[in-house]
């Protein structure tokens, strides 16, 4: 959810609502809250009729997700924080069962599984070859042909390559 929307919902400027935040950036690591980028604020204007006064807006908002608005209630401290924290995290719940619940995503998650273990393997046999070849390299070094003005060995008027 962005910015805007949440200090709506808790009844407070927008402006209060990032300051508080920002007396308190330890309480929300990047997971928890990230500042849209400037394409991203423009997708969100394109896509979305209620954001057409981003347009003209001179930041692009904040965005944050289930975490960060658990956070919010202590650093807002208010009744109506609390509350309006305890039902979008209760939103959340719900959208996570429906989404659990629905008969294709186990097997979107399983195919997903698979897709990444391929990858992994895949990925993992290149890294196995790099290494192997480098062992090979180290174990038998080539061969170097001496090069330079000298022709006794132990003396330092040669180079190798």
């Known amino acids: 959810m962005i910015d805007r929307d949440l200090a709506d919902l808790y009844r407070v400027e927008t402006k209060k609502l990032n300051q508080a935040v920002k007396r308190n950036t330890a309480r929300f690591p990047s997971e928890?809250?990230?500042?849209?980028?400037?394409?991203?604020?423009?997708?969100?204007?394109?896509?979305?009729?209620?954001?057409?006064?981003?347009?003209?807006?001179?930041?692009?908002?904040?965005?944050?997700?289930?975490?960060?608005?658990?956070?919010?209630?202590?650093?807002?401290?208010?009744?109506?924080?609390?509350?309006?924290?305890?039902?979008?995290?209760?939103?959340?719940?719900k959208l996570r069962h429906y989404?659990?619940?629905?008969?294709?995503?186990?097997a979107q998650v399983a195919e997903l599984r698979q897709l990444l273990l391929l990858y992994i393997e895949k990925n993992d046999k290149r890294v196995n070859d790099i290494i192997l070849a480098l062992n090979n390299l180290i174990e038998k070094p080539p061969k170097t042909k001496k090069i330079g003005f000298g022709v006794n060995e132990k003396a330092p008027h040669y180079l190798a390559v």
């Open 32 to 93: 928890f809250m990230f500042k849209l980028t400037d394409s991203e604020t423009l997708e969100l204007v394109t896509n979305c009729d209620r954001f057409k006064t981003l347009k003209h807006s001179s930041s692009t908002p904040y965005a944050f997700t289930e975490h960060g608005i658990a956070m919010l209630s202590s650093v807002l401290n208010s009744e109506r924080a609390i509350t309006i924290n305890i039902e979008i995290v209760k939103a959340f719940i």
């Open 99 to 106: 989404t659990l619940s629905q008969p294709d995503t186990n």
